[in-house]
C-alpha cells in the first residue's frame, strides 16, 4: 500500500490552526454562536422615588349619632345623603314614658317642698313654746332636724325632676355638627335599648370635601415617610384619573397582621366636587425623595447575573457596601465582561441614580441575548494562547 506523506501530514496542522482561532477569539462555538450581551446607557435625567400603600377614605370628621335613653322610633327626619345642621332634629324617640316620668318627677318635688313648710312652721312653733317651756329642747332639736331632712328631700327631688326632664328631651335626637349623613341604621318602629353600649342611629361626615386617607405603612418604608410630603393616588371608582393630597400626620402606634408589621399614616385630600366617597380604597404613593440631573442607569443593570461560564477581565469584589452596587461593562474582547463597583441613591422602580462608579455614555449589561452553552472557551485571550 503507498501512502501520501504530504497529506497526511498537512491535516493536524490545519486542524491546529482553526482550533487555536476559536478560542483565542473567544466569541464563538464550534457551531459559530456568537456570545452577544444587551447593553443600557448610563444617561443623565430627573428621578423619583416613592413609597407605596394602600389605605381607605373617609371623612375628616365621622361622628356616630346616637341615642342615651330606650324606647321606639317614632319618627326619623333624614336618610342617606341628606345634608343636616347642627342642632337640626334628625329623629325621636316615642316620649310617653319620659312624660310620664317627668309628671311623677313633678308631684314628688311639690309634695317634698310642701313638707318642707309644715316642718319649718312646726320649727317656729317650737322656738316660741320653748321660752315658756311648753316644749322641751328635745323637741326644738327635732324640729330643727325634720326641717333639714326635708329640704334635703326637696333637694332630690328637683335632681329627679331634672333628670327626668333631661331624659324626656334625649327623646328628641339632633344633628351634633353640620355635614351629610353617610349611614343609616334604624327604621321608624325600631325599639332601641340604651342599655350597656348607646345605640348608633346614624353616622354623620361632617364635610367630605375635606376628606383623609388612613394609609398602612410597611416598617421598611416608614422610616422614609415625613409629614408634608406629597402624594397621589387613584381609587378603582375613577381608574383614568389621578387625585393629590399631602401627609399630615405619621402615627407611631404600630399594627401586626400575620407577622407583618405596619403604621398608619394620615394623608389629607381636598375632594371639592365631592366626588370621592368614604370607604374608597386608595393605591397611594408618596413622593419621599426627589433629584434633578442625576446620573441613573436602568434597574435590570442592578439585577443582571453573568451566565455560568463567562469568562471577567478582573476578578468580580465579593463583599460589596451597603449603597455599593455591582453592574458589568463588555470587555476588550467581547466575550468577556469588566465588572465595576458603583454607589448606588436613590430609584424610582425603573431606574437608579448612580452616585459613583460610572462615567456618563458608559455602556452596561442589562441581559445575556445569546451565550454558547458548549464548545467555548471563554478564558481571556492571552490565557487561550498560553493553554494552547
Known amino acids: 500500500m503507498i501512502f501520501n506523506m504530504n497529506r497526511t501530514l498537512r491535516m493536524p496542522c490545519a486542524f491546529a490552526i482553526v482550533v487555536i482561532a476559536a478560542v483565542t477569539s473567544g466569541c464563538k462555538s464550534s457551531d459559530g454562536d456568537a456570545a452577544r450581551f444587551e447593553t443600557a446607557t448610563a444617561r443623565r435625567g430627573d428621578i423619583a422615588q416613592y413609597v407605596t400603600a394602600s389605605g381607605t377614605l373617609s371623612a375628616t370628621v365621622s361622628v356616630d349619632v346616637g341615642s342615651q335613653v330606650s324606647g321606639k322610633i317614632s319618627r326619623l327626619t333624614v336618610d342617606f345623603n341628606s345634608p343636616v345642621k347642627q342642632g337640626q332634629l334628625v329623629a325621636e324617640i316615642d316620649p310617653t314614658v319620659y312624660e310620664a316620668a317627668?309628671?311623677?318627677a313633678q308631684g314628688e318635688l311639690a309634695n317634698a317642698t310642701a313638707n318642707v313648710?309644715?316642718?319649718?312652721?312646726?320649727?317656729?312653733?317650737?322656738?316660741?313654746?320653748?321660752?315658756l317651756k311648753a316644749?322641751?329642747?328635745?323637741?326644738?332639736?327635732?324640729?330643727?332636724?325634720?326641717?333639714?331632712?326635708?329640704?334635703?328631700?326637696?333637694?332630690?327631688?328637683?335632681?329627679?325632676?331634672?333628670?327626668?326632664?333631661?331624659?324626656?328631651?334625649?327623646?328628641?335626637?339632633?344633628?351634633?355638627?353640620?355635614?351629610?349623613v353617610i349611614a343609616r341604621k334604624v327604621d321608624v318602629g325600631q325599639t332601641l335599648i340604651a342599655a350597656m353600649n348607646t345605640p348608633v342611629l346614624f353616622?354623620?361626615?361632617?364635610?367630605i370635601a375635606k376628606m383623609h386617607i388612613a394609609a398602612a405603612i410597611s416598617e421598611a418604608d416608614i422610616g422614609q415617610v415625613k409629614e408634608g410630603q406629597p402624594v397621589s393616588f387613584a381609587v378603582d371608582a375613577f381608574p383614568e384619573e389621578t387625585f393629590h393630597g399631602i401627609v399630615t400626620q405619621v402615627r407611631k402606634s404600630p399594627t401586626t397582621t400575620q407577622n407583618v408589621v405596619t403604621y398608619e399614616t394620615i394623608i389629607t385630600v381636598d375632594n371639592p366636587e365631592r366626588k370621592l366617597f368614604p370607604g374608597m380604597t386608595a393605591d397611594v404613593s408618596i413622593?419621599?425623595?426627589?433629584?434633578?440631573?442625576?446620573?441613573?442607569i436602568p434597574n435590570t443593570a442592578l439585577r443582571y447575573s453573568p451566565p455560568e461560564g463567562v469568562a471577567f477581565e478582573q476578578a468580580?469584589?465579593?463583599?460589596?457596601?451597603?449603597?455599593?452596587?455591582?453592574?458589568?461593562?463588555?470587555?476588550?474582547?467581547?466575550?468577556?465582561?469588566?465588572?465595576?463597583l458603583v454607589k448606588a441613591g436613590i430609584s424610582?422602580?425603573?431606574?437608579?441614580?448612580?452616585?459613583?462608579?460610572?462615567?456618563?455614555?458608559?455602556?452596561?449589561?442589562?441581559?445575556t441575548l445569546q451565550f454558547?452553552?458548549?464548545?467555548?472557551?471563554?478564558?481571556?485571550?492571552?490565557?487561550s494562547s498560553q493553554t494552547l
Request: glycine residues 6%.
Open 102 to 104: 317627668l309628671k311623677q
Open 348 to 367: 424610582d422602580g425603573v431606574d437608579t441614580e448612580i452616585l459613583d462608579g460610572l462615567d456618563e455614555r458608559a455602556s452596561v449589561v442589562t441581559s
Open 135 to 180: 316644749a322641751s329642747q328635745l323637741d326644738l332639736d327635732q324640729a330643727t332636724a325634720e326641717l333639714t331632712q326635708a329640704e334635703a328631700s326637696v333637694a332630690i327631688r328637683q335632681a329627679a325632676l331634672d333628670s327626668a326632664r333631661a331624659n324626656l328631651g334625649y327623646c328628641k335626637i339632633t344633628a351634633p355638627v353640620n355635614g351629610v
Open 117 to 131: 313648710t309644715l316642718k319649718r312652721q312646726n320649727l317656729e312653733r317650737k322656738k316660741i313654746l320653748a321660752p
Open 203 to 207: 353616622t354623620v361626615a361632617q364635610d
Open 287 to 296: 413622593l419621599v425623595a426627589e433629584r434633578k440631573n442625576v446620573l441613573k
Open 316 to 340: 468580580p469584589p465579593r463583599n460589596l457596601g451597603r449603597s455599593q452596587r455591582l453592574v458589568y461593562m463588555l470587555g476588550t474582547n467581547p466575550a468577556t465582561l469588566k465588572p465595576a
Open 372 to 383: 454558547p452553552s458548549k464548545g467555548m472557551n471563554f478564558a481571556p485571550p492571552e490565557q
